[in-house]
Antibody
Framework: QVQLVQSGGGVVHPGGSMTLSCAAF????????MHWVRQPPGKGLEWVAA????????SYKDSVRGRFTISRDNGKNMLYLQMTSLRAEDTAVYYC???????????WGQGALVTVSS | QAGLTQPPSVSKDLGQTARLACTGT????????AAWLQQHQGQPPTLLSF???NRPTGISEKFSASRSGNTASLTITGLQPEDEADYYC???????????FGGGTELTVL
């Protein structure tokens, strides 16, 4: 059974930074691309960023480009999201999720709540 | 980044069929089709179909997806109480170079 286990999250002040992590278990991590998707409280899903299995292709949502960095460590089966210059509108539950070819958003982490508040 | 358009809510009776719509453009839904996800309150989403009507392993045949032009649809047959959930569509946008989601449809089974 594939498992994505997330860590990180919590409360951060506006302008602050935070890093989210996602550990993959029982997944051939080096064959899967990864997404970060977020969900503001009471609202819908928003795609944030994606990284290919070989790290050669990276994409970002416009509003986070330049502030967020998606990265991965294939040797450790880990995915990261470094978030800087955080804003109130970044408050959301952040999920990591996989892709393999056309199969996007197949496996999901449990989610991590990031609250940006003074 | 503009999203996909979904009706906010749909209500159907137990045992009936629900058809949920998702409207995009030729740059997203019309380009490579849509994925559909189901989300129960407080849970991560579950993928129901991808690239139009491809079901991941383990997803019931009661969920079927289709596409006509720039509009994708998810049909759910034999509605049961456990089908009450939020349903989202998603598509890759070739002009934005980004994934876009619909706002979600809340399905109520009466």
């Amino acid at each position: 059974q594939v498992q994505l286990v997330q860590s990180g999250g919590g409360v951060v002040h506006p302008g602050g930074s935070m890093t989210l992590s996602c550990a993959a278990f029982r997944l051939t991590f080096t064959k899967h691309g990864m997404h970060w998707v977020r969900q503001p409280p009471g609202k819908g899903l928003e795609w944030v960023a994606a990284i290919s299995n070989d790290e050669k292709t990276i994409s970002y949502k416009d509003s986070v480009r330049g502030r967020f960095t998606i990265s991965r460590d294939n040797g450790k089966n880990m995915l990261y999201l470094q978030m800087t210059s955080l804003r109130a509108e970044d408050t959301a539950v952040y999920y990591c999720t996989t892709y393999f070819g056309d199969l996007n958003f197949d496996y999901w982490g449990q989610g991590a709540l990031v609250t940006v508040s003074s | 980044q503009a999203g996909l358009t979904q009706p906010p809510s749909v209500s159907k009776d137990l045992g009936q069929t629900a058809r949920l719509a998702c409207t995009g453009t030729s740059n997203n839904v019309g380009f490579q089709g849509a994925a559909w996800l189901q989300q129960h309150q407080g849970q991560p989403p579950t993928l129901l179909s991808f690239r139009d009507n491809n079901r991941p392993t383990g997803i019931s045949e009661k969920f079927s997806a289709s596409r006509s032009g720039n509009t994708a649809s998810l049909t759910i047959t034999g509605l049961q109480p456990e089908d009450e959930a939020d349903y989202y569509c998603a598509a890759w946008d070739s002009s934005l170079h980004a994934w876009v989601f619909g706002g979600g449809t809340e399905l109520t089974v009466l």
